[in-house]
């Protein structure tokens, strides 16, 4: 290389980041060009192409119909649904149509999954998603964000039952989330680590942001919606009592699993949302949230559990499953798992 074509050091490390993007790194992390690395560049792409359109959605707020308020319509879940959950689902299903990637896909916001029968001969794989997570914030222009996780496909569900879903977390091919905040972020993993991208709007394109991400293995935030207090068994409620008790613990909750869960992977901590009494299962649906995150924050080096079980063994019973969880920093899922043994609880 002459002096004429040389870049200063920075600035050939800039460049050679921008060159990095979401689906050059896929491939990256396999070493090969197999078709499987092809196949799941090439469904991370569509991933992140359904995240580019949501966030350019989001950033008419106000402006634009159909992204604040509600819908009117209730969900499976027996939720209000928001007109940007619509949209965002909507964007998922259209994302992946005559793509030939996935056969399925199953969401928090449909009863049953969505078959897409002309990709079914050749896609191998089922994504399922949360399209839009914390929509609660949406109104008030405060963090949002998506979860997803990948799944291949076992037999050819000619019940349309999708029983093959059934199996616990460490079935996942692949897991992340999109953060919408300040700015927009794609975090994945596919069993070789964390990796986070931004989202460089001038060309269009998620940047290589960090690779091969560690979560401390003890932090000082607890994140729990504090709300829901009397609403608890005892053992939560002791040992958030001993998280008041501790010097340098700070509570940052959102509202947001994502935006929550995101800040603890990169400083350390907890994030919890324990079972209720008379709902011992919790909130969460362990197969569009709770396993996705679990994976991804094992693959970081932290743990997830339900306060009994590794997260990632739990089997569902259905396809909206519910679960506790309890995620984040090693040392700190440990303590409050202490507060959970059998002998606390009896």
Not at 79 to 107: I, P, T, W
Not at 153 to 182: H, M, P
Not at 187 to 199: E, M, P
Request: proline content about 4%; some cysteine; overall charge negative.
């Amino acid at each position: 290389m002459t002096d004429s074509t040389r870049l200063k050091p920075a600035e050939e490390f800039a460049l050679g980041r921008d060159f990095m993007t979401l689906s050059q790194h896929v491939l990256s992390q396999f070493g090969t060009f197999s078709g499987e690395a092809f196949d799941l560049s090439a469904l991370m792409g569509r991933i992140g192409l359904a995240g580019k359109t949501i966030a350019r959605h989001l950033s008419l707020a106000g402006i634009a119909e159909n992204v604040l308020g509600v819908t009117g319509e209730v969900n499976v879940q027996g939720e209000a649904v928001k007109k940007m959950d619509h949209y965002a689902n909507r964007v998922f299903l259209r994302a992946f149509e005559q793509s030939g990637l996935v056969c399925r896909l199953a969401s928090e916001e449909m009863e049953k999954p969505y078959y897409i029968p002309e990709n079914c001969p050749v896609g191998r794989y089922t994504l399922l998603y949360d399209p839009i997570d914390g929509s609660s914030n949406i109104d008030v222009n405060l963090a949002i964000g998506s979860i997803f996780a990948i799944r291949q496909q076992e037999g050819n569900d000619e019940s349309g039952d999708a029983l093959d879903l059934l199996q616990s977390g460490r079935k996942q091919v692949g897991a992340g989330y999109i953060l919408f905040g300040t700015s927009t972020m794609l975090v994945y993993t596919l069993g070789k680590g964390v990796h986070a991208f931004t989202l460089d709007p001038s060309i269009g394109e998620f940047i290589l942001f960090q690779e091969n991400i560690t979560i401390p293995q003890e932090g000082s935030i607890y994140s729990v919606n504090e709300g829901n207090f009397w609403q608890w068994e005892e053992p939560i409620r002791e040992y958030i009592r001993y998280i008041h008790l501790q010097k340098g613990m700070s509570a940052r909750y959102s509202g947001a699993l994502v935006a929550d869960i995101h800040r603890i992977l990169f400083q350390g901590g907890i994030f919890l949302y324990p079972g209720a009494l008379g709902h011992p299962d919790g909130k969460l649906r362990l197969l569009y949230e709770s396993a996705p995150l679990a994976l991804l924050i094992e693959q970081a080096g932290g743990r997830a559990t339900t306060g009994s079980e590794e997260i990632l063994d739990v089997i569902p019973d259905r396809l909206h499953t519910r679960t506790p969880l309890i995620i984040g920093s090693v040392a700190n899922v440990k303590v409050a798992e202490s507060f959970l043994a059998p002998s606390k609880i009896s």
